[in-house]
């Protein structure tokens, strides 16, 4: 008994140690990247005094105005891009029999799993080939192709979980094909549409790998603009500009996603409250 109890301790002390582990691994670097943003000293990590200068120079100077604005702007047009597509894509993929709807999930499920390296080569030999100019349009095109898979996989599950005679109830109504999956799909796959398009917008400001191969020498975002810096002029050319840039994308990150959260529970007791009213 006591040994049983001895390995149940130390089972549950390797579990806590594990977990700190884990969380210190991940946020502690989040942590620093904070700090390193509100530090004075523009080259090292010794503490020189708290500033926010660097965050004013991230909207006044021009050090990485057009990259920032390169990468939103991408992140946003192929957010909305793919968020429309992969909805369109992913009713059609559940709206197949059985047979079809498991060929199209493998399909789409090969850009996901697939290295981002050989996305990337692959978009950028494609592009070549058709004479497109790297640069905007061509990362825009890359971020919508590897966007719209995610997009799918999200909405994919909360389509399963429908009622299908919802879709025929629409139509019985009076409403068209169209209206019926407007004002009766959509509504109802609305969170996985939310968290699709958050998916999507993270996959793109995130990239890097992917832009690389496809932007060419005029178009760069932050990562393609950090690592062209850092390969030409060392670590020296790095400005702790980009610590408030991350440090920012980190805190809108958690806004959006404590936002959604908390929309979904407001849904869910919403929807438990009217169930248990229900006659």
């Known amino acids: 008994m006591k040994r049983r109890k001895q390995r149940i301790l130390m ?73 429309i597509l992969g909805t369109i894509f992913a009713i059609g993929i559940h709206a197949l029999e059985k047979k079809r709807r498991v060929r199209m999930m493998v399909m789409n499920n090969v850009p996901v799993v697939n290295p981002d390296i050989v996305t990337g080569i692959s978009l ?51 409403c068209s094909r169209i209206e019926a999956v407007w004002r009766v799909i959509i509504p109802n796959i609305s969170t996985g549409i939310l968290t699709g398009a958050l998916m999507a917008f993270t996959m793109s400001i995130d990239d890097f790998v992917i832009t690389y191969f496809t932007s060419g020498n005029e178009y760069m975002n932050v990562s393609t603009w950090l690592y062209a810096a850092l390969a030409r002029e060392g670590r020296n050319s790095f400005t702790p500009v980009a610590y408030a840039y991350n440090t920012i994308i980190f805190l809108l990150t958690i806004i959006i996603i404590v936002f959604v959260n908390t929309r979904k529970e407001r849904k869910v007791r919403t929807h438990e409250k009217s169930t248990c009213f229900t006659p």
């Open 11 to 83: 089972a549950k002390a390797m579990g806590v140690i594990l977990t700190v582990m884990t969380f210190l691994i991940l946020y502690v670097p989040i942590l620093l990247i904070l700090m390193l943003s509100l530090n004075d000293s523009a080259r090292g990590y010794q503490w020189e005094g708290f500033t926010l200068k660097w965050y004013a120079m991230l909207f006044l100077d021009d050090i990485m105005k057009d990259p920032i604005v390169n990468t939103i702007s991408i992140a946003i047009l192929s957010t909305i891009i793919s968020t």
């Open 124 to 174: 950028m030999i494609i592009f070549s080939i058709l004479s497109f100019t790297l640069g905007f349009s061509t990362v825009l095109i890359a971020h919508v192709f590897f966007s719209i898979p995610y997009v799918i996989l999200n909405i994919i599950p909360k389509l399963k979980r429908l009622d299908p005679n919802l879709y025929e109830a629409g139509l019985d109504l009076g």
